[in-house]
C-alpha cells in the first residue's frame, strides 16, 4: 500500500526566508510524486510534479522539489518566503495505474510572518 | 480556457433535502473526478470517471449519494436526502488522460452546508 506523511501541519516562516515543507511517502515502487497548494477559497492547483529523469523539479512561483529514492522523500522548497505563498500545500503520490489512485496528504498549511 | 467550473460555490440547505452539485470540465478532458473536503478526513475520492462512464465508485459514502455523466462536457452529484454530516467542500477535478503521471485541475469547490 502507498501512502504520503506530512510533517508539520502548520508552518511559519518570515517574509523572505527559506520554505521548507517535508513530505514522505511509502511505496513498493518508485511513485509519482506531486505538490498542489490549495489558496483560501480555491481549489488546488498543481505546483509541480516529479515523473522519472531529473530528480530535482522545479515549479511555479519559484518552488522547487527533490526527490530522493533512498530517504524516500519529496520536499518542497522556496528560497525566499512571500506573503502571497500562505497557502495550504498538499503533496501526493501515485503508484500508477490509474490517475484515480492519487493518495493526498493530509496538508501543510504555511504562514508568513511580515 | 476557464478551467473546471462548479456550481454553485455555496449551497445551504436544510437536512432531508435534495443537493446537486454540478461540474463542467475543461474540454478535452477525458477524466472526472469528484472529491469531497473536510477538516477530519482530508480530501476523498468519490467517484471518478473515464470518457463519461463510472470507473470506481468506491468512495461514495453510501446509497444517499449519487453522481452522473451524460456527456463529456457536464456532470452531477446529487445527495438525497441530505444530513448535516455532508457539509463540507466538494471539489471536481478534470484530467486529459487517465495516466497516473497526470495531474488533475480542480475547481473551485462547492461548499455545502446542511442544517
Known amino acids: 500500500a502507498q501512502s504520503v506523511t506530512q510533517l508539520g501541519s502548520h508552518v511559519s516562516v518570515s517574509e523572505g526566508a527559506l520554505v521548507l515543507l517535508r513530505c514522505n511517502y511509502s511505496?513498493?515502487?518508485?511513485?509519482?510524486l506531486f505538490w498542489y497548494v490549495q489558496y483560501p477559497n480555491q481549489g488546488l492547483q498543481l505546483l509541480l510534479k516529479?515523473?522519472?529523469?531529473?530528480?530535482l523539479v522545479k515549479g511555479i512561483n519559484g518552488f522547487e522539489a527533490e526527490f530522493k529514492k533512498s530517504e524516500t522523500s519529496f520536499h518542497l522548497t522556496k528560497p525566499s518566503a512571500h506573503m502571497s505563498d500562505a497557502a495550504e500545500y498538499f503533496c501526493?503520490?501515485?503508484?500508477?495505474?490509474?490517475?484515480?489512485?492519487?493518495?493526498f496528504g493530509s496538508g501543510t498549511r504555511l504562514s508568513i510572518r511580515p | 480556457d476557464a478551467g473546471v467550473i462548479q456550481s454553485p460555490r455555496h449551497e445551504v440547505t436544510e437536512m432531508g433535502q435534495e443537493v446537486t452539485l454540478r461540474c463542467k470540465p475543461i474540454?478535452?478532458?477525458?477524466?472526472l473526478f469528484w472529491y469531497r473536503q473536510t477538516m477530519m478526513r482530508g480530501l476523498e475520492l468519490l467517484i471518478y470517471?473515464?470518457?463519461?462512464?463510472?470507473?470506481?465508485d468506491s468512495g461514495m459514502p453510501e446509497d444517499r449519494f449519487s453522481a452522473k455523466m451524460p456527456n463529456a462536457s457536464f456532470s452531477t452529484l446529487k445527495i438525497q436526502p441530505s444530513e448535516p454530516r455532508d457539509s463540507a467542500v466538494y471539489f471536481c477535478?478534470?484530467?486529459?488522460?487517465?495516466?497516473?503521471?497526470?495531474?488533475?485541475?480542480f475547481g473551485s469547490g462547492t461548499r455545502l452546508t446542511v442544517v
Open positions: 501526493a503520490v501515485n503508484r500508477g495505474g490509474s490517475a484515480s489512485k492519487i493518495i
Open positions: 516529479y515523473t522519472t529523469g531529473a530528480t
Open positions: 477535478a478534470s484530467s486529459q488522460t487517465d495516466r497516473a503521471d497526470y495531474g488533475y485541475t
Open positions: 470517471f473515464n470518457n463519461n462512464v463510472p470507473i470506481d
Open positions: 511505496s513498493s515502487v518508485p511513485p509519482y
Open positions: 474540454s478535452g478532458h477525458n477524466s
